[in-house]
């Protein structure tokens, strides 16, 4: 290798020359300067879907751009953004609702906001054995026996009918109030006619379980698996590897993906306050390259470096999981019932179909979902839906960062939305389990669709 | 060294008669019963290790536990390699900012790798002796001011025994949050969760001691005491010269007691507050759920356990060495 040293140090030397003549000829506005503040700490949940991160820092993302992060895993979400909100954390892998909802103030109010969408899909709703031996007669079979895939929540229903007329709670799991899978889980349970419960945060109820056919409440996620198998509920909704643990445990069975009840959702992201952004907005447009980055980084080459990912978030400081459990979900297949592996390529997407870009119609649905179970009590309109979703999610820093990564030859312009464009908002959703069509403009028409859900107008 | 031997013949409670006669005897007490002790334990343990099925897999047997302490002293000789291409690459990097931007100070940032399994026995032992010799020093000057007064005696009592069976997991919520309103520093020396750590350690640790320091000044031998009002000692000359050395063996009776309650107080706390350490170790191992997991939290057991008895052992040493009165150290 000692032959080639004379020439990078040139090459390096011409690219500091080049940087250094651009920089003088183009307005020095549109250079990124240092960062302000160089020590950080990122908080995360142990998820797969916390893998940029990861990433950034091992791969030497965040040095690269002269930032020197530490990771931590927190024990719960609210311990998260109790520690992004006192500053304990500079910034976290958190939960879609969490920005939102901390800015409109259900349950702690701070104006929390996002430059970065973490990743599309990841999670799936496991049940326990035994019910998943009487939810089976009610699935349909392929013609090898396998059941037929999406499972609805229609074979649930008759099994929750009898704990109901038995007088047992059907008690299940998610993982906060304003989780992605407290969303996805009401979402499948609703498709399928069974009642998850409203809120009602007027009357001080926050509990969600006011009408409830199933009762759902909150467990950590690492908790997921032990709580399940000690019987306090009998089913949960979690990311992974959550579930595929139960798979190994051989103590549930993954019923259905949110990859089936909507297809490429977006569910992580990483939040940072207010403050934050506007204090350091150098740094922050730095640490939006580099999960940019690392994103690119885990879906490249059709999940090529994948496996490598898995090793990474196998280190028992990050999620620290079995290797086999995480590559389960993470390499492009879900093994639902023991054997029954199937292919599920987009399962885990980090930076295709513009995963990363934050849009508002993603930030809207969330809050169509809180309006339907009762957590905004009141109508609001289409502007305030709009208004709130600008507040919280920043696609303008994601394009400074975007540009920049361009300007530097990092990334490719073709990789992202074209920004000239781009308005922020997703064409009309369709790939729903219970087909109906989500338009992220109409959030008022849209709540109106659904037979199971408070509609426009109606207050408990 | 008398006294031990003796003590321990009392403790097995039995004599071979034919081997009962001087060396060999006391050797046969001293290595190999206890030899035997553990070798029984070890077989025991694999034993019904084999038969336990858990989620995770079969319970960890010593073999197991054995293995795991290689890989975590391993995961620590990597971690440091890791740190030492950390700095190069820092210094690289800083190099090259002052070249472009002379006005540039370069820092030296601390590492931000993960802390490996001794590094959290290292914070584990320095957050319980902070928070034990913070609590010394609360403890032995109330002790002594409660033992020599009555009337402050009977006003510190109750509440005293109040706040003595309180669990660590109670204090530590509202440690947390006092912490965090009160040390609100840009720039803080140390971290809050090791202030909370050792504050709840203090708290509960204070109590044991301060019971044990007054009642051992309040046992001084009146001859003593009478001693010193002959000569008119003023109160602090009397502190010094006759209560201290009188009730030092009391004192390190309750220091004793009171590391060991730290001890078990700081595991617990960190485990709950999340706070660096052998608790969070072992949480964070919980929360893993690998197949190494449950051999790893064996390891971190025996650890916890062992230094738990180096801590106690140490602190024995040190009350046989000021204690005039063995009667004390026992």
């Known amino acids: 290798m000692q032959w080639k040293k004379p020439f990078t140090k040139l090459a390096a030397t011409l690219a500091l020359a080049m940087g250094f003549v651009s920089s003088a000829t183009t307005v020095s506005a549109e250079k990124l300067g240092y960062p302000e503040k160089e020590e950080l700490t990122f908080g995360f949940i142990k998820l797969t879907d916390m893998a940029p991160i990861a990433i950034a820092y091992e791969k030497g993302f965040f040095e690269d751009e002269g930032l020197y992060v530490t990771i931590e895993a927190q024990a719960n979400w609210k311990v998260l953004l109790d520690g992004v909100i006192d500053g304990r954390l500079d910034g976290a892998h958190m939960l879609a609702g969490q920005p939102i909802a901390a800015t409109m103030g259900f ?11 973490m990743d599309l899909n990841g999670n799936g709703i496991t049940v326990s054995n ?47 109030p304003v989780s992605t899978h407290n969303y996805e889980l009401r979402y499948w349970l609703a498709a399928g006619g069974i009642h998850p419960g409203y809120y009602a945060p007027h009357k001080g109820d926050i509990s969600g379980q006011i009408d409830a056919d199933a009762l759902l409440s909150v467990t950590p996620p690492p908790q997921m698996p032990a709580t399940l198998e000690a019987g306090t509920i009998y089913g949960y909704c979690v990311g992974e590897p959550w579930n595929q643990q139960a798979v190994f445990k051989d103590i549930g069975v993954p019923v259905v993906t949110d990859y089936e009840i909507w297809k490429d959702n977006p ?35 059709n999940n090529a470096n994948r496996p490598e990912a898995v090793k990474i978030l196998s280190q028992s400081n990050y999620v620290g999981a079995d290797y086999e459990v995480i590559a389960n979900s993470m390499t492009g297949t879900f093994e639902y019932e023991k054997g029954d592996k199937r292919e599920v390529p987009d399962f885990n997407v980090f930076f295709r179909y513009n995963a990363t870009y934050p849009y508002y119609s993603d930030a809207i649905w969330y809050l169509t979902q809180m309006r339907r179970w009762g957590q905004i009590s009141e109508d609001k309109p289409d502007d305030w839906y709009k208004e709130l979703a600008a507040k919280v999610y920043r696609p303008d820093i994601y394009e400074a960062a975007a540009k920049s990564l361009i300007a530097e030859k990092l990334a490719k312009a073709e990789q992202f939305p074209d920004f000239a464009t781009e308005d922020g908002f997703r064409d009309p959703q369709t790939h729903f389990i219970d087909g109906i069509v989500y338009n992220g403009k109409e959030p008022n028409q849209y709540i109106d669709k659904f037979s199971i859900g408070l509609k426009s107008g109606q207050k408990l | 060294m008398n006294t031990t031997s003796v003590n321990a ?51 960890p047997g010593p073999a197991a536990v054995l293995e795991q302490f290689d890989a975590l002293y391993s995961e620590h000789q990597r971690s440091r390699e890791k740190e030492q291409a950390f700095y190069e690459r820092q210094e690289e990097r800083n190099a090259k900012r002052v070249a472009e931007d002379p006005s540039y100070e370069p820092r030296i940032r601390a590492y931000t790798g993960k802390e490996t399994f001794i590094d959290q026995i290292v914070t584990s032992l320095v957050t319980v002796m902070s928070g034990f010799l913070l609590a010394v020093v609360i403890a032995v000057p109330l002790g002594i001011a409660t033992g020599l007064s009555k009337t402050l005696n009977s006003a510190v009592n109750p509440i005293v025994q109040i706040f003595k069976p309180v669990s660590p997991l109670a204090w530590l919520p509202l440690v947390t949050m006092v912490v965090s309103a009160l040390y609100t520093t840009p720039d803080p020396i140390v971290a809050k969760s090791f202030l909370n750590s050792m504050i709840t350690v203090t708290l509960c640790c204070l109590w044991p001691m301060v019971i044990n320091t007054a009642v051992g000044v309040a046992g001084i031998d009146s001859d003593l005491v009478n001693v010193s009002k002959v000569l008119r000692l003023p109160a602090l000359r009397h502190v010094q ?89 026992q």
């Open chain 1, 267 to 301: 569910e992580k992201v990483f939040g940072i306050t207010r403050e934050f952004a506007e204090k350091y907005p150098n740094t922050t447009v730095r640490v939006t390259r580099a999960l940019i980055r690392a994103a690119m980084w885990l879906d490249e080459n």
């Open chain 1, 107 to 117: 349950g702690t109010k701070a104006d929390i906001i996002t430059p970065f969408s």
């Open chain 2, 241 to 329: 010269k006759i209560v201290l050395p009188a009730s030092v063996p009391m004192i390190f009776t309750g220091m004793r007691l009171s590391l060991g309650v730290a001890w078990m107080v700081l595991i617990a706390a960190e485990m709950l507050a999340q706070n660096p350490g052998l608790g969070k170790f072992v949480w964070d191992e919980f929360q893993n759920g690998s197949s190494d997991s449950l051999a790893r939290i064996m390891a971190a057991v025996l650890v916890i356990g062992f230094i738990g008895f180096l801590l106690d052992r140490g602190m024995l040493a040190m009350q046989k060495l000021v204690s005039w009165d063995n009667s004390a150290a």
């Open chain 1, 130 to 176: 035994a019910i998943w031996e009487e939810m089976k007669p009610n699935i349909p079979k392929m013609a090898d026996g396998r059941p037929v895939h999406p499972i609805k929540a229609d074979a649930l229903k008759p099994v929750v009918e009898k704990y109901k007329a038995d007088g047992k709670p059907f008690n299940m799991g998610m993982v906060f």
């Open chain 2, 9 to 59: 013949g009392k403790l097995y409670g039995f004599r071979l008669p034919q081997l009962d006669s001087g060396l060999v005897g006391s050797a046969i007490r001293l290595v190999a019963l206890p030899l035997v002790g553990i070798l029984a334990f070890l077989l025991l343990w694999s034993v019904t290790a084999q038969n336990i099925d858990t989620s995770l897999g079969k319970f």
